[in-house]
T-cell receptor
Framework: KQEVTQIPAALSVPEGENLVLNCSFTDSAIYNLQWFRQDPGKGLTSLLLIQSSQREQTSGRLNASLDKSSGRSTLYIAASQPGDSATYLCAVKPSYNTDKLIFGTGTRLQVFP | DAGVTQSPTHLIKTRGQQVTLRCSPKSGHDTVSWYQQALGQGPQFIFQYYEEEERQRGNFPDRFSGHQFPNYSSELNVNALLLGDSALYLC????????????FGQGTRLTVV
C-alpha cells in the first residue's frame, strides 16, 4: 500500500531564506508526482508535475526533484517571501491504471518578514 | 480560461440529511475526481468519473455517490449525513483519467451538525 509522508509538518523561516520541503513515498513504482499549494480553507493550486521518467521540474523560484529509487521528492523554494506562506502538499499517482492521487499530510510553511 | 469551479462554497446540513455538491471542470478536461479533506489531513480520494462512468473508487461507503454529465460537469451526493462527513470536499479535473496534471477547485466546506 502506497503511503506518502511529508517532513517537516511545519516550518517557520525568515524572509529571504532558501528552503527545502521533503516528500517520501513507500512504493517507488509511481507514474508521476505533483506538488500543490493550499492556502487556509482553500483549494489546491498545482505547482509542479514530475513524470516518473523525469528528475526535476522548475517554475520560477520553485524546483522539484524526484528520486524514484529512494522514494523521495524535494521542493526547493528560493528566496522565500511572506506570500509563500501556505501548506504544501505532495501527491503521487501510483500507476497508469490507477486514477487516484495519494497525498501526504502537508508541510505548513510560514515566512515572516 | 475558467478553472475548476465548485458550488456551493459553504454548506451546513443536519445529521441524516442528504447533500449534493457540484463541480465544473477546467475547460477541455474530461475527467473529474472527488476528494474529501478533513482538517489537518491530506485529501482522500472518493472516486473518479470519466466518460460519464465511475472508474475507480476509494474507501468510502455507498452513501457517497456521483454522476458525470455529457458536458463533463459532475455532482457528488452524500446520503444519511454523519457528523464525520464534515470536511472540505475538493473536485479535481484532468485529461485522460489523470495522465495530465490535476487542477483543483476551491472546494465546498460541508459542516454537519
Amino acid at each position: 500500500k502506497q503511503e506518502v509522508t511529508q517532513i517537516p509538518a511545519a516550518l517557520s523561516v525568515p524572509e529571504g531564506e532558501n528552503l527545502v520541503l521533503n516528500c517520501s513515498f513507500t512504493d517507488s513504482a509511481i507514474y508521476n508526482l505533483q506538488w500543490f499549494r493550499q492556502d487556509p480553507g482553500k483549494g489546491l493550486t498545482s505547482l509542479l508535475l514530475i513524470q516518473s521518467s523525469q528528475r526535476e521540474q522548475t517554475s520560477g523560484r520553485l524546483n522539484a526533484s524526484l528520486d524514484k529509487s529512494s522514494g523521495r521528492s524535494t521542493l526547493y523554494i528560493a528566496a522565500s517571501q511572506p506570500g509563500d506562506s501556505a501548506t504544501y502538499l505532495c501527491a503521487v499517482k501510483p500507476s497508469y491504471n490507477t486514477d487516484k492521487l495519494i497525498f501526504g499530510t502537508g508541510t505548513r510553511l510560514q515566512v515572516f518578514p | 480560461d475558467a478553472g475548476v469551479t465548485q458550488s456551493p462554497t459553504h454548506l451546513i446540513k443536519t445529521r441524516g440529511q442528504q447533500v449534493t455538491l457540484r463541480c465544473s471542470p477546467k475547460s477541455g478536461h474530461d475527467t473529474v475526481s472527488w476528494y474529501q479533506q478533513a482538517l489537518g489531513q491530506g485529501p482522500q480520494f472518493i472516486f473518479q468519473y470519466y466518460e460519464e462512468e465511475e472508474r475507480q473508487r476509494g474507501n468510502f461507503p455507498d452513501r457517497f455517490s456521483g454522476h458525470q454529465f455529457p458536458n463533463y460537469s459532475s455532482e457528488l451526493n452524500v446520503n444519511a449525513l454523519l457528523l464525520g462527513d464534515s470536511a472540505l470536499y475538493l473536485c479535481a479535473s484532468s485529461l485522460e483519467r489523470g495522465l495530465s496534471a490535476a487542477f483543483f477547485g476551491q472546494g465546498t466546506r460541508l459542516t454537519v451538525v
